[in-house]
């Protein structure tokens, strides 16, 4: 017997046109986004650290406007600002871990796309190192600070496999809400994924929280053997082999700006 819980359906959400440079030059987060180096949020911290001199001078002043002239130096490096926007998607294997780079020398999902752009490219959100599946890469900062945004509600389907078959009470009450230590978490839509094999969960969420569908199943009593992440944005892994990337297409591309 298979229990589904319908997705939300808002409508489609689209995102508001960038403004204009205005002739007032680019906002210095938005120059430092631009460039690769990070989401705009993550550029507010830095400039705030003091991590940003503009023509030799650190600029802590949120909002400063860098004119064509100007020169950005990011931690003592020259930032060169640019228009190419990459999008690479991923089919992440195991044990690699969702970060830029690792203190410990761990393999990374930046060793493995490291052909595929010139431009400096970094993961959208995260998958922890034993999860498999879909990931986003790119170097469009503003892109990916709305999709990591709550607010966006970023559909993400995974296929688990767990220790033992769930019960029908359990899928209900993953639909219905999980109770957390970070507050209730709930699935937009669950259902047994093999009709013989109870223990294969099919379970699609919007939460960016940390390890939420393995946390899920945990508070159920159930330990997470497998994660694999198979749709994220509406990007599936379709003629994707583990452990290889592409580059997105215009179709791909728009669905992600929707």
């Not at 093999?194 to 223990?199: A, I, V």
């Not at 969960?201 to 199943?217: A, D, L, P, T, Y």
């Not at 997470?224 to 003629?239: C, N, P, Q, S, W």
């Given at each position: 017997m298979r229990k589904r819980i319908p997705i939300k359906k808002d409508g489609p959400k689209f995102f508001a046109k960038e403004k204009t440079d205005d002739g007032k030059g680019t906002r210095l987060n938005k120059f430092i986004s631009n460039a690769g180096i990070c989401a705009r949020r993550k550029a507010d911290d830095f400039i705030i650290a003091g991590k940003v001199t503009v023509d030799g001078k650190v600029v802590n002043e949120m909002g400063y406007r860098v004119k064509p002239n100007q020169e950005v130096k990011f931690e003592g490096k020259l930032v060169k600002s640019f228009n190419k926007k990459v999008y690479v998607l991923l089919n992440k294997p195991k044990n690699f871990i969702t970060t830029t780079n690792d203190e410990k020398d761990r393999k990374t999902v930046m060793d493995l796309v490291k052909g595929a752009s010139t431009e400096r490219l970094y993961p959208v959100g995260r998958l922890d190192r034993g999860t498999t599946g879909l990931i986003l890469l790119t170097n469009d900062g503003d892109l990916a600070q709305k999709l990591s945004h709550p607010s966006k509600e970023v559909s993400k389907l995974y296929m688990a496999k767990v220790d033992k078959p769930v019960t029908l009470a359990h899928l209900e009450q993953l639909a219905s809400g999980v109770k957390l230590d970070d507050g209730l978490a709930n699935a937009d839509e669950v259902a047994y994924a093999?009709?013989?094999?109870?223990?294969?969960?099919?379970?699609?969420?919007?939460?960016?929280?940390?390890?939420?569908?393995?946390?899920?199943?945990?508070?159920?009593?159930?330990?997470?053997?497998?994660?694999?992440?198979?749709?994220?944005?509406?990007?599936?892994?379709?003629?994707?082999?583990?452990?290889?990337?592409?580059h997105l297409n215009d179709r791909e591309i728009g669905m992600l700006m929707r």
């Open positions: 093999d009709d013989h094999d109870k223990s294969i969960i099919g379970i699609q969420i919007h939460s960016g929280r940390n390890r939420v569908v393995r946390r899920m199943f945990e508070a159920l009593g159930y330990t997470v053997e497998k994660l694999d992440r198979v749709m994220y944005a509406g990007l599936t892994k379709k003629d994707l082999p583990r452990g290889k990337w592409k």
